[in-house]
């Protein structure tokens, strides 16, 4: 099987969705980098990526390359793809030595696909964690800013009692 162009692929969608990159990074949760990043063709879009560009992008030759761009991909990180030694005669392979059941390609595969997205996960945490403490700074300086208010609206009323008190 020919490998397909992805970034022809994903700009041809992008196009026949009539969104700019940034409204479709938008549609797929991604960064507008991203979707530039794969219409020039520097990385592809997982396969969830894939499954949600499929699911708005319209029946058409489009969504037929974009189904074999998926198929690809998912031989890409399957474990037994079709045709792979041990996966079909396995009944008839008395004597002979079976491949085992996951070829060490794929399982290398999902190992770096695992490890990515462990980093992103720490990542986003890392950046939820930052958010927080910028939150938890903001919230005390709000706090101190109503106190040092209250306490300036009780001086400026004492000092609006004293000369009515003065002049009596």
Same mark, same amino acid.
């Given at each position: 099987? *020919?490998?397909?162009?992805?970034?022809?692929?994903?700009?041809? $969608?992008?196009?026949?969705?009539?969104?700019?990159?940034?409204?479709?990074? =938008?549609?797929?949760?991604?960064?507008?980098?991203? $979707?530039? %990043?794969?219409? @020039?063709?520097?990385?592809?879009?997982?396969?969830?990526?894939?499954?949600?560009?499929?699911?708005?992008?319209?029946?058409?030759?489009? =969504?037929?390359?974009?189904?074999?761009?998926?198929?690809?991909?998912?031989?890409?990180?399957? *474990?037994?793809?079709?045709?792979?030694?041990?996966?079909?005669?396995?009944?008839?392979?008395?004597? @002979?030595? $079976?491949? *085992? *059941?996951?070829?060490?390609?794929?399982?290398?595969?999902?190992?770096?696909?695992?490890? =990515?997205?462990?980093?992103? $996960?720490?990542?986003?945490?890392?950046?939820?964690?930052?958010?927080?403490?910028?939150?938890?700074?903001?919230?005390?300086?709000?706090?101190?800013? %109503? =106190?040092?208010?209250?306490?300036?609206?009780?001086?400026?009323?004492?000092?609006?009692?004293?000369?009515?008190?003065?002049?009596?």
């Amino acid at each position: 099987m *020919p490998t397909l162009n992805t970034a022809k692929i994903i700009r041809r $969608v992008r196009q026949r969705l009539e969104v700019s990159q940034e409204g479709l990074s =938008r549609l797929l949760n991604a960064t507008k980098g991203a $979707v530039q %990043h794969w219409e @020039r063709g520097r990385n592809n879009p997982d396969l969830a990526r894939l499954f949600a560009l499929r699911q708005i992008c319209p029946p058409g030759p489009e =969504r037929k390359d974009l189904d074999a761009l998926i198929r690809q991909a998912q031989a890409e990180v399957s *474990p037994l793809s079709p045709g792979a030694p041990g996966t079909a005669g396995r009944g008839g392979a008395r004597g @002979r030595r $079976v491949a *085992p *059941p996951f070829p060490e390609q794929g399982v290398v595969l999902l190992r770096k696909e695992n490890a =990515r997205l462990q980093r992103q $996960v720490e990542k986003l945490q890392a950046n939820l964690q930052r958010s927080n403490e910028q939150l938890r700074i903001l919230e005390d300086l709000a706090t101190d800013l %109503h =106190r040092q208010m209250a306490e300036l609206r009780a001086g400026a009323a004492v000092k609006v009692e004293r000369p009515k008190d003065s002049g009596a």
